[in-house]
């Protein structure tokens, strides 16, 4: 027994994974619920292979593991992780621990942990981001449990994360599901950041008519720009990709209708838990699953028109568009935040926001060069939204114009643009001091007697002399 980690589930992520802990040095030893995957695996790992050692069996596994043994589940999320852990229990001592880097969803997380507790084995969960590539050259690590068992695997898993400038991109998050919330928060970032790209992209194609492989260009200009990052990046690759049976832009061939694990809807879900406003996000879930409703959106296109209008000439630019993203990125990347601050009382969390924006800064899929200064605006003020903090209220300044010129026009001319329009009424809510909930409380107090409070006096319980 002299692996230094053991991992289960050589799947997509899990394979990459073993990989990657491998050429970092590490002796590894894995399992597969089926053998010939396990056989296969190290048969193709080529000069990593006498790092690995291929089990077929648990018991194998956890004998080839220096103790206390570490192991990764690297399965599907929800009743595979229950099932392994059951069948690992019994030939575990209980200082050996568990580490969960699927995509939990964050209260399986904690009943594990909860359960960890009481019979043992140790239980780390571990959100990974990255993808297939970043599993296997670097990932983004997000880790929850607890601290001496993070700290026990850390210099692995340090060593497998992503280096920003040298900096591990892998933090622990603090106790239970910290690590998966964080991870599906990031998740939710994600899908809003692909929504709002998508947007601009419907933008390009049905309202100023330009071709896949031009958008695509498009996009790889903004990524020298301030919204470098990778999903700006692989968009433009994305874009001018030609399918290679037709010749057509790949993105013309491709059916629009979106998949989902789920981890976005978890957000969002949370977030209605917490009374955290991520409208960004929740319109980019949203809209992930009007897309399947493929039937629906033909029979509507027939019934009330043909679908978005061409743009006038010189309506928009390609640049109004860029500081528009630029404007809803900022604005959904604040309300990601603002629901990590909203955990933290009802959970008992101390989520260390200026941490997660350095952890997200490379590796995962939401990196990009902006994460960098918003890991400094965090530093400087942990409490603020991140639509205050100087460098980008100053950009916020200088965009909300040309996010306001392309939510309206698009609007205007039936181009569906609901991330966009939602970073927008966010921001509008945002910088108005007077509101209009005094409109809510008349209404509320009216039909149900709730009681409103005035501007013009202390106190709580006043009513309206309202005519029944
Ligand atoms: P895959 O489907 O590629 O691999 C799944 C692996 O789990 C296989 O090795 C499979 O074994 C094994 N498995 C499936 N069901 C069971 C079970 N009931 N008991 C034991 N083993 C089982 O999945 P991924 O690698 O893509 O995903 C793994 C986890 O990582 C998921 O939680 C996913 O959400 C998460 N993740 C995925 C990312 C991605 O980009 N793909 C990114 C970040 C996280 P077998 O060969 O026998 O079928």
């Known amino acids: 027994s002299h692996a230094q980690i053991g991992l289960i589930g050589l799947g997509t992520m899990g394979g990459m994974l073993a990989l990657n802990i491998a050429e970092k040095g590490f002796d590894i030893a894995v399992f597969n619920r089926t053998t010939k ?50 069948a690992l229990r019994p030939y575990l001592d209980a200082d050996d621990l568990i580490i969960d880097a699927g995509n939990a969803n964050f209260h399986d997380t904690e009943r594990r942990a909860a359960e960890a507790e009481k019979q043992g084995p140790r239980f780390l969960g571990s959100g990974v981001s990255g993808g297939e590539e970043g599993a296997r050259h670097g990932p983004a690590i997000m880790g929850g449990g607890a601290r001496s068992d993070w ?37 939710g970032i994600e899908y809003a950041d692909m929504q709002m790209i998508a947007e601009t992209y419907g933008v390009m194609r049905d309202g100023m008519k330009l071709g896949a492989t031009e958008c695509g260009e498009i996009f790889a200009k903004w990524d020298e720009g301030v919204l470098k990052s990778y999903l700006i990046e692989i968009s433009g690759k994305v874009a001018r990709t030609a399918d290679p049976e037709t010749g057509a832009p790949m993105l013309d061939i491709i059916l629009d209708r979106a998949g989902q694990k789920g981890t976005g809807r978890w957000t969002a879900i949370e977030a209605q838990h917490l009374a955290a406003p991520i409208p960004v996000i ?85 990196r990009s060069a902006m994460l960098d200064d918003m890991a400094s605006a965090l530093s400087d003020a942990p409490d ?12 916020l300044k200088a965009h909300h114009g040309a996010l306001r010129k392309v939510v309206s026009t698009a609007v205007a001319h039936g181009l569906a643009v609901p991330a966009l329009s939602m970073a927008l009424s966010y921001f509008d809510t945002m910088r108005t001091a007077r509101g209009t909930a005094n409109m809510i409380q008349g209404q509320r107090d009216f039909f149900g007697a709730h009681g409103f409070e005035r501007t013009d006096r202390e106190g709580k319980d006043f009513h309206g002399p309202w005519a029944m």
């Open 282 to 366: 929740e319109a980019a879930v949203m809209a992930r699953n009007l897309s399947s409703r493929l039937e629906a959106r033909a029979e509507g296109e027939d019934l009330f028109g043909t679908g978005p209008e061409a743009l006038p000439d010189g309506a928009l630019s390609a640049e109004d568009l860029e500081h528009a993203m630029i404007a809803g990125k900022i604005l959904c990347y604040a309300q990601g935040f603002e629901l990590l601050r909203a955990a933290n009382a009802p959970f008992d969390w101390a989520l260390p926001l200026p941490e997660i924006a350095l952890v997200w800064r490379d590796g995962c899929i939401i």
């Open 37 to 86: 995957v396990t056989r296969s695996f190290h048969e193709t790992a080529g000069a990593l292979a006498p790092k690995i050692t291929p089990c077929e069996s648990l018991e194998a596994l956890v004998q080839a593991i220096a103790k206390p043994r570490a192991i990764i589940l690297m399965v599907p999320a929800g009743e595979p992780v229950d099932e392994q852990i059951a």
């Open 384 to 395: 603020r939204n991140l639509m205050f903090a100087p460098f980008f209220a100053d950009l």
């Open 151 to 187: 700290d026990r695997v850390a210099p692995i898993l340090n060593a497998i994360a992503a280096q920003f400038e040298g900096t591990p991109c892998a933090g622990f998050m603090g106790k239970g599901g910290s690590g998966h919330f964080v991870k599906a928060v990031h998740n």
